[in-house]
């Protein structure tokens, strides 16, 4: 964390799970592209696909999670080519959410594992859709705002990440 400016900066770091993913994902898409290329006989539908393909992906590469800055006024949420803003006066809430309780969880319209965990998620036990920014599969945090809108994010020192937001609350 760095606290020159007396703002909090918190990088995302991919876990080992996420890396494996990552890597295993590409060599499935690559493989499958190589083996349509291999298998069509010289049709369109191969480069067709392909450009599909990696326009998802570099779509979905547009969201993945780079760093949160706390400061005076709001969490900020960094990602590639996104800014997540929640301000410090909406925040009704924060706390730690345990590892165990994110398995009834899954992406409803986002990425798990390919670069991290993001986009919005259904909690199947809670029945509600949050907005989920993490590079880890662990060390869950959840910040809930005045609108009842969910976000939740992962970091390598979730704690000090809650006492820097709840400085400013």
């Not at 392909?50 to 949420?77: D, G, N």
């Not at 986009?119 to 910040?143: D, P």
């Given at each position: 964390m760095?606290?020159?400016?007396?703002?909090?900066?918190?990088?995302?770091?991919?876990?080992?799970?996420?890396?494996?993913?990552?890597?295993?994902?590409?060599?499935?898409?690559?493989?499958?592209?190589?083996?349509?290329?291999?298998?069509?006989?010289?049709?369109?539908?191969?480069?067709?696909?392909?450009?599909?393909?990696?326009?998802?992906?570099?779509?979905?590469?547009?969201?993945?999670?780079?760093?949160?800055?706390v400061?005076?006024?709001?969490?900020?949420?960094?990602?590639?080519?996104?800014?997540?803003?929640?301000?410090?006066?909406?925040?009704?809430?924060?706390?730690?959410?345990?590892?165990?309780?994110?398995?009834?969880?899954?992406?409803?319209?986002?990425?798990?594992?390919?670069?991290?965990?993001?986009?919005?998620?259904?909690?199947?036990?809670?029945?509600?859709?949050?907005?989920?920014?993490?590079?880890?599969?662990?060390?869950?945090?959840?910040?809930?705002?005045?609108?009842?809108?969910?976000?939740?994010?992962?970091?390598?020192?979730?704690?000090?990440?809650?006492?820097?937001?709840?400085?400013?609350?």
């Amino acid at each position: 964390m760095e606290q020159a400016t007396g703002e909090g900066k918190f990088r995302f770091r991919m876990d080992k799970r996420a890396q494996w993913l990552t890597a295993i994902a590409l060599l499935v898409i690559a493989g499958g592209v190589g083996w349509l290329f291999y298998s069509s006989g010289g049709s369109y539908l191969p480069a067709w696909f392909t450009t599909v393909i990696v326009a998802l992906l570099l779509l979905a590469a547009l969201s993945i999670p780079r760093f949160m800055r706390v400061s005076p006024h709001s969490v900020e949420i960094h990602c590639v080519m996104e800014l997540v803003k929640i301000p410090i006066r909406d925040i009704r809430y924060i706390r730690f959410i345990e590892r165990g309780q994110m398995k009834y969880c899954f992406p409803v319209w986002g990425i798990y594992g390919i670069g991290g965990y993001y986009g919005y998620y259904f909690n199947l036990k809670e029945r509600k859709v949050f907005r989920l920014c993490a590079s880890q599969w662990r060390n869950f945090v959840l910040i809930e705002d005045i609108y009842e809108e969910q976000y939740v994010v992962s970091c390598d020192d979730p704690a000090a990440f809650v006492a820097a937001v709840e400085q400013y609350k």
